[in-house]
């Protein structure tokens, strides 16, 4: 059942990101009264074999164009009168070019053609972050709120040379506005933090660099607000916090008669208790539970925690229109830089492919067993990204590589033979093929 809500979630994402793709070649085209002879959700044939299995489980025609569901349940496309891709050859384009074709309208109304799934691919992951943040993140916590007190670190942050109670003041020379900023996906590439710390008293500035391979280490939860409550994630199944009837959603108030008001403090209780049997105060809903609970040699009682924020000690900012769709935007630029920082990497040799490259399996792990919408939208908006950047590159057969071939035409002034685009078709055909049997074999070969 896991495999199935994991690979059901993948294709639907998929599909909602094929169609938003093909929507916008095929409304590029029709704005510039270019002819669409089908548009199509899935193959109706076996991909990359044109002429192999053709049929549709459902088409219909509705004016010049047919539309249609194919019966393979991986892509789609869209067939535009006078262009050579994957559903139509050289062959067809022996006659004169018509004002309705694809190769008789001028370079810049191509290249829109062309790039029309792309920007819809990326105006729909803006969309999707901006109304993520507004459904599910009604709040944030506005950074400059941390200035007081400073944050708390984790474990690996500590490894990096954070300490509790610094401000963090820049991010990769950017002033981060939420608490969520002080993480961007660029630091996992290394940079640099800019924090306000205090020392005997003074405050001073200083810089501390992240490395470049900073992914292969980082976890969640490198920096937490100062003041929060420490709730329970989940319970180790037998440990003593198991025992002591500790549970999931539980928030620690006090320990040993100390209130708690940040797992630091928890964790320092734990630490001077060590072997030594003490009592928690948590908040059960509305109730209040007193347990006893055995402290291990360790320090350890065995729970995940959570944290949440403490309200009286912080003040909360709604997200507004504008202001989601500012971190939409902001969101998908990152990812997009990310994904060319990841390539360039790749080129360099500072990191292998196999470890960055994943696919359909590795994606399909990534939205995880349960159906969680939350999760499922967050990650088709990065696939949606991830995937205009892939159509970006200049491969025969994707988007990149129409525009290439857009440019050359505009710069020589004349169009690329038919029969050569044909080749070319073929060989970015096969280039596909070729990349997808390799990150299907990372996916069943990585550990």
């Not at 029709?30 to 199509?40: A, G, S």
């Not at 820049?170 to 933090?193: A, H, Q, S």
């Not at 440019?407 to 020589?412: D, G, S």
């Amino acid at each position: 059942m896991n495999i199935v809500i994991m690979v059901a979630q993948l294709l639907l994402s998929l599909t909602i990101l094929v169609f938003v793709h093909e929507l916008g070649h095929f409304l590029a085209a029709k704005f510039f009264k270019t002819k669409v002879e089908r548009f199509y959700l899935f193959f109706d044939f076996l991909f990359p074999m044109p002429h192999v299995l053709n049929f549709a489980l459902w088409k219909k025609k509705i004016g010049e164009t047919e539309y249609g569901f194919g019966w393979f349940p991986l892509g789609g496309y869209v067939s535009i009168a006078g262009m050579v891709d994957e559903t139509q050859d050289a062959n067809q384009l022996a006659s004169e070019p018509q004002p309705w074709e694809y190769r008789s309208k001028r370079s810049y109304q191509k290249m829109i053609i062309i790039l029309g799934g792309i920007i819809f691919n990326l105006i729909f992951a803006v969309m999707i972050f901006a109304a993520v943040l507004k459904i599910y993140n009604k709040e944030y916590l506005p950074a400059e709120q941390l200035r007081n007190g400073g944050v708390m670190v984790g474990d690996l942050a500590k490894s990096l040379g954070f300490q509790n109670g610094d401000v963090i003041l820049k991010v990769n020379g950017e002033t981060p506005e939420r608490f969520d900023d002080l993480v961007p996906l660029n630091i996992l590439f290394g940079g640099e933090y800019e924090i306000l710390r205090k020392v005997n008293g003074a405050e001073t500035e200083q810089k501390i660099s992240i490395p470049s391979d900073f992914y292969k280490k980082f976890e969640k939860n490198l920096f937490y607000p100062f003041y929060h409550t420490v709730s329970v994630e989940n319970v180790v199944s037998g440990s003593a916090a198991d025992k002591a009837g500790l549970k999931m959603g539980d928030k620690i108030i006090s320990a040993k008669n100390l209130s708690v008001a940040h797992f630091d403090e928890f964790r320092q209780i734990l630490d001077s208790s060590k072997s030594q049997t003490i009592g928690l105060d948590v908040l059960r809903g509305k109730d209040t539970a007193h347990l006893t609970v055995n402290v291990s040699e360790s320090g350890k009682i065995g729970f995940n925690p959570g944290f949440q924020l403490a309200d009286s000690k912080y003040k909360m900012k709604e997200y507004g229109l504008f202001q989601s769709l500012k971190y939409g935007a902001s969101e998908c630029v990152k990812l997009f830089t990310l994904q060319i920082v990841n390539v360039a990497k790749i080129f360099k040799g500072e990191i292998k492919a196999k470890d960055s490259v994943g696919g359909p399996i590795a994606i399909a792990k990534g939205f995880g067993v349960e159906w969680n919408w939350h999760r499922f939208w967050l990650f088709t908006a990065m696939i949606s990204v991830a995937l205009a950047f892939a159509n970006l590159l200049p491969i025969p057969g994707l988007d990149g590589g129409h525009a290439v071939i857009i440019i050359i035409e505009a710069i020589t002034r004349k169009p690329v033979n038919p029969k050569v685009l044909q080749i070319l078709q073929s060989i970015g055909t096969y280039m596909i093929l070729a990349l997808m049997v390799y990150v299907f074999y990372n996916d069943l070969t990585r550990k």
